[in-house]
């Protein structure tokens, strides 16, 4: 077989990643062997294939929107650990910029 023009110590760079000596020798047969699938794919006809991006149709499996009564006020703020009226009051959680 051909061996794919590619250096898993040229990609690991590429990437940022210090491979030892040791996952360098287990990782090139395995980028190897990636390459030469992706080769394998690339060699299949698809004269007549339109672009998808699933496999399968996708159908909308949205509801229609519709008016219900929501849940009471009062329910929903009954855990409140505080509140001020009918709102829930939260703690300050962002601040000026500093001069």
Known sequence: MNKPAIDVAYVAELARLELTDEEKAVFQPQLEDIVRYVEKISSVDVEGVPP?????EIVNALREDEVRPSMPR??????????????????????????
């Not at 998808?52 to 399968?56: N, Q």
């Not at 009062?74 to 001069?99: C, Q, W, Y």
């Open 52 to 56: 998808t991006m699933h496999g399968r």
């Open 74 to 99: 009062e329910d929903a703020l009954s855990n409140a650990p505080a509140r001020t009226g009918d709102e829930f009051m939260l703690p300050k959680i962002v601040e000026g910029a500093e001069s």
